[in-house]
């Protein structure tokens, strides 16, 4: 399982990210990272390795996760970024898997959108269960978190360096007030023309 979640408060992680893979044998595998903005403040955290240098867009910041950093400085820019690179560093994903990249993509579009605390649960398959029942009788509505998607969604569909996702391709459902599931989406895979332009396949 791989859980995100968001302080919402400033001057803190951005974004925390926990992963554990439960081999149903001894020892359970686990992994928690942070993930801050440059331009803020990184407190200090013995013993824990820091990538200093920002990581630019998804790939590099899912190459330092990968390389075992436990704290990672990231560029602003694409907002679905940490949860995307989370996937890679915890399920393997690749420029391949377009469907869950596409998942998380929309998953975080929706974690980056709130400005409250809450946790995000991401599936292998990119599908993700948004919970935002941290803070008592906070809800979490569909039709708000799609209005908040649309903006992101010109032209209806969204483009990032590893995936397109279309905007008719979104399922959220609302599971309690305060909780909502994101089903795993389509996505179509992107390509690089010469002059270095992001093109749906």
């Given at each position: 399982m791989l859980r995100i979640g968001t302080s919402g408060t400033a001057g803190s992680a951005d974004v925390v990210i926990c992963g554990w893979?439960?081999?149903?044998?001894?020892?359970?595998?686990?992994?928690?990272?942070?993930?801050?903005?440059?331009?803020?403040?990184?407190?200090?955290?013995?013993?824990?390795?820091?990538?200093?240098?920002?990581?630019?867009?998804?790939?590099?910041?899912?190459?330092?996760?990968?390389?075992?950093?436990d704290v990672v400085v990231a560029e602003p820019g694409d907002p679905a970024a940490p949860v995307v690179a989370a996937g890679m560093w915890h399920y393997g994903w690749a420029a391949g898997d377009v469907g869950p990249l596409a998942g998380a993509t929309v998953a975080g579009l929706i974690l980056a959108g709130l400005r409250v605390p809450c946790v995000l649960e991401v599936r292998a398959d990119g599908g993700a269960t948004l919970d935002g029942g941290s803070v008592p009788g906070q809800e979490v509505?569909?039709?708000?978190?799609?209005?908040?998607?649309?903006?992101?969604?010109?032209?209806?569909?969204?483009?990032?360096?590893?995936?397109?996702?279309p905007f008719a391709s979104v399922r959220l459902v609302q599971e309690t007030c305060s909780r909502v599931r994101v089903a795993p989406c389509a996505g179509e895979p992107v390509y690089l023309t010469p002059s270095g332009r992001v093109q749906s396949v």
């Open positions: 893979r439960d081999s149903r044998r001894p020892p359970v595998r686990t992994g928690v990272k942070l993930v801050f903005q440059a331009g803020g403040t990184v407190p200090a955290l013995p013993g824990l390795r820091v990538g200093r240098r920002p990581a630019r867009g998804v790939e590099e910041l899912a190459r330092a996760l990968c390389d075992g950093f509505r569909v039709a708000d978190l799609l209005a908040g998607l649309a903006t992101r969604f010109r032209s209806g569909r969204c483009r990032t360096p590893v995936v397109t996702v």
